[in-house]
């Protein structure tokens, strides 16, 4: 069975390519993620339009690449992918932003050392060591102490999650400290479909995107980023929970599918890796063309969004009855929605703007060399 996956997987991989190639090769195809993304009721430039990056951006890239190097975890590219936290995090306090800059450089140090798109061309034993250091980062919890014989990086985790946990709640750090290991186990390792031995489905690839992409505990850091955190118990209460709960799980699926399109040049055409919705959506649907591939992955993401704004409006709606008397809950409620907002926003102004999926020829108006929104930063 796993070896007729692979075989299928292969085929496909090998017929998108050539799709690929054939589209490239006529010199005027090209999709615009904004028109695609795009829908009459909601406009992506519109809504980005009040977006600002972290007025400290400078100071805190040089405290990111000081930790950085402290530790040996700063990679050549690093200052672009630095940069997507400041974007995510524009209201968050220094010392706090501080602390989630080290969680970012980490998270993207193990994604570009050991990720899902570059495990499998790992040497076997460059895979034990990087399966090694996985399962203890993903066993790590409070206190954290000295490490016997630890990688560089699992010490920086180490004091990253000490100071998080030093600056947050009890009951928030343990959602948080839960979240985030299960995304490092998840994560680090061959996630394409040969290794699975199965193509998953699309809402089950969606599921797992949402954890292997760490949007998910990334989600839990805006409370975290101001110091304001949530009172679920008042949520439930209200009525809001489960409202609350879906709309942070669209949040996250907008920022790791938009990133699936976003990145799929560097992820199917250049590594090979079917861990990719277009991919995926190639695989449960063989007679699909690229084209039309393009297409449905682009609209998932747009009904995504559109889905963002009704319960973004329901759960402001429902939190602005409990006034009066539930001031203080309902202004949390409302920083994280905002919150939420910028991150959506953050999303696609990053990935416009940095270079780490940028090319001198793309299938994407949006990742050809000259950026059409100025950097802002």
């Known amino acids: ?111 570009d050392t050991m990720g ?20 203890r980062m993903g066993k790590l919890t409070a206190p954290f102490g000295t490490i016997a014989a630890a990688h560089p990086v699992e010490v920086s985790n180490a004091e990253m999650m000490q100071d998080i946990y030093n600056t947050s709640p009890q009951k928030w750090f343990d959602a948080f400290c839960h979240m985030y290991n299960y995304h490092i186990e998840v994560t680090h390792l061959d996630c394409n479909t040969n290794a699975l031995g199965r193509v998953p489905s699309i809402d089950e690839y969606i599921d797992m995107r949402g954890h292997i992409s760490g949007m998910h505990h990334t989600i839990q850091l805006i409370e975290y980023s101001d110091g304001q955190f949530l009172d679920w118990d008042w949520l439930e209460s209200a009525g809001i929970l489960a409202d609350m709960k879906r709309l942070q799980y669209v949040t996250a699926a907008i920022g790791c599918l938009m990133n699936d399109l976003f990145s799929f040049e560097k992820e199917v055409i250049d590594n090979g890796s079917d861990s990719n919705l277009l991919m995926i959506l190639a695989l449960n649907d063989p007679a699909l063309s690229l084209e039309t591939v393009i297409r449905q992955s682009a609209t998932i993401v747009r009904n995504l969004l559109l889905e963002f704004t009704t319960l973004v409006n329901q759960v402001r709606t429902r939190g602005y009855q409990q006034l009066p008397t539930h001031s203080e809950a309902v ?27 940028k090319r001198h020829h793309s299938i994407w108006k949006e990742t050809q060399l000259t950026p059409v929104i100025a950097a802002a930063i």
């Open 1 to 111: 069975m796993k070896h007729n996956v692979q075989l299928a997987s292969h085929a496909r991989m090998q017929i998108i390519q050539k799709e690929y190639a054939a589209l490239m090769s006529n010199g005027v195809t090209s999709f615009s993620l904004l028109e695609l993304f795009n829908h009459g009721q909601f406009n992506l430039d519109e809504f980005c339009q009040s977006f600002r990056p972290h007025p400290y951006a400078r100071q805190l890239k040089r405290l990111a690449q000081e930790f950085g190097e402290k530790y040996e975890i700063w990679l050549e590219n690093a200052e672009h992918y630095i940069t997507c936290a400041i974007y995510l995090f524009p209201t968050a306090n220094l010392y706090r932003m501080n602390n989630i800059l080290k969680n970012c450089a980490i998270d993207f140090y193990l994604n």
């Open 116 to 135: 899902r798109e570059v495990f499998c061309h790992l040497s076997p034993g460059e895979q034990v060591a990087a399966n090694e250091i996985r399962e």
């Open 331 to 357: 202004d949390k409620l409302d920083a994280h929605i905002g919150g939420l907002e910028r991150c959506v926003q953050a999303s696609w102004m990053w990935q416009v703007y940095t270079k780490r999926y």
